[in-house]
């Protein structure tokens, strides 16, 4: 019997969408716990084109597999979109593979849905090896038409360079009125334009590397949530219309209702133009909109939520997607996917 999205309000879990039961075999790959795809500090995208979410992480001394994984909303089901690539064994800490794939690494916040290229992207992260040095300094792209990965243009990797000196922390989001990523390493606002290949550095700020960010593109603005006031987090917003001078600007003490999304390690964040807000999800089964325009947030509560966050954080696994009116979260490589819609149809 065909499973469909339902219309009510709520959460729906998702039968069999455990992300565990589509690893690679470990006898035949020999990479480490496929389960820290998700575990390790990583996170996904939105491919809004055809409604799924693709998941992508590992890294350090967690998993060493670079394969994406994808929850599809429109058959319901968990897959795994290709295999492994047998990473570099020579002892040293490659952003590479030998096959010219990105080694595997804890993606964070860091990647992003180009909806005018049809590509997912993603930047740095803390690389599949052993505990020295692990950090890269890259960006990539995969053409999801082909799953085929290209590198990126990244013009620096010390401070004062135009492109993100951090390999962790980072965050990203696509920005449709610009066509461009903008992007945080816990040093500063960046953006990247994937068609001309060129990375900016747009203004400088310390901030808590705890953070998750999403574009409001009615506001033009770039939001972003988590780790505490006290570390340079908590919520911290810049504006990103062309021309603005792009600085990131403390709104603590202007926001009221909150702060379960200040104080949150790594939350999910995503936009939703039909309430015109960016709703949050820490654990449980609540969700914070928040209406940058009135600089505050309201509670919703739903029975039958996925239960306390991953303990290390969701990043980008909290998605919507518009076509279908729903929110997608995965929350744990052992657990199955759930979907929240606001609005009942």
């Known amino acids: 019997m065909r499973i469909s999205i339902p219309t009510a309000s709520g959460w729906h879990e998702i039968p069999n969408t455990q992300l565990k039961t589509q690893c690679p075999h470990v006898n035949e790959y020999h990479l480490g716990n496929c389960e820290n795809v998700i575990a390790a500090w990583s996170g996904a995208i939105a491919d809004t ?3 799924r979410m693709i998941i992508w992480g590992g890294g350090h001394v967690d998993y060493s597999g670079n394969e994406l994984y994808a929850l599809d909303l429109n058959s319901l089901k968990m897959t795994r979109l290709n295999d492994p690539s047998l990473p570099d064994s020579s002892g040293n800490c ?3 593979n030998p096959d010219g794939t990105p080694a595997s690494r804890h993606t964070y916040n860091g990647m992003a849905y180009l909806t005018n290229v049809d590509k997912m992207f993603a930047f740095n992260g803390s690389l599949a090896c052993g505990s020295g040095a692990n950090t890269s300094f890259d960006a990539w792209t995969n053409d999801l038409a082909t799953l085929q990965w290209a ?9 004062g360079t135009e492109s993100p000196s951090w390999a962790f922390g980072n965050t990203a989001d696509y920005d449709p009125n610009t066509n461009l990523v903008f992007a945080t390493d816990p040093g500063g606002l960046y953006s990247y334009d994937s068609a001309r290949h060129v990375w900016a550095r747009l203004s400088k700020r310390t901030m808590d590397y705890h953070m998750s960010a999403v574009v409001d593109p009615v506001r033009r603005l770039y939001i972003l949530f988590g780790g505490t006031s006290a570390a340079g987090g908590g919520i911290l917003v810049a504006n990103i219309e062309k021309g603005s001078k792009y600085q990131i600007t403390d709104w603590n003490s202007v926001v009221h209702g909150c702060e379960e999304l200040q ?6 964040l995503a ?3 039909v309430r015109k807000s960016v709703v949050g999800w820490t654990g449980g089964d609540a969700v914070y909109l928040f209406n940058p325009s009135t600089r505050s947030c309201s509670k919703l509560t739903y ?3 996925p239960g306390p966050a991953q303990k290390n954080g969701t990043f980008g696994r ?10 997608a979260l995965v929350n744990s490589a052992t657990q199955n ?3 929240l819609r606001l609005d009942a149809r």
């Open 337 to 339: 996917a759930f979907l």
């Open 49 to 51: 084109k055809r409604n």
């Open 271 to 273: 936009y939703n133009p």
């Open 318 to 327: 909290f998605r919507y997607f518009p076509s279908l009116g729903v929110f």
């Open 303 to 305: 029975p039958g939520g």
């Open 151 to 159: 590198r990126e243009s990244y013009t620096g990797t010390s401070p």
């Open 263 to 268: 104080n949150a390690i790594y939350p999910g």
């Open 94 to 96: 490659l952003p590479a």
